[in-house]
């Protein structure tokens, strides 16, 4: 493990010699999200509408069921969860 109370003596040249190498090295670098989303369309007889879990890696994007149901009244879309 590196000392870090040399690191100021150091300068400026180590921080830009790791992000150049960061830069030109062959990195996949993936963006993934995470999001709870409520399917009204889907409702059912007693009212409430299926928790889809969505998830999105690079733009492809998947969608799972929660198997649980809820109150669209209840539910809070920016939030991502139930009031």
Avoid: H
Avoid at 24 to 30: D, N, P
Avoid at 48 to 55: C, F, G, I, S
Wanted: with cysteine; net charge positive; aromatic share 8%.
């Amino acid at each position: 493990m590196r000392d870090l109370s040399g690191s100021a003596k150091l300068g400026l040249a180590e921080p830009i010699k790791f992000i150049v190498n960061l830069l030109t090295a062959k990195i996949m670098i993936r963006i993934v999200c995470i999001n709870f989303t409520l399917k009204v369309t889907t409702t059912i007889a007693n009212g409430t509408a299926p928790v889809y879990l969505r998830t999105s890696i690079d733009g492809s994007r998947v969608e799972f069921t929660t198997r649980r149901y809820i109150l669209p009244s209840g539910w809070n879309a920016s939030a991502q969860k139930l009031r």
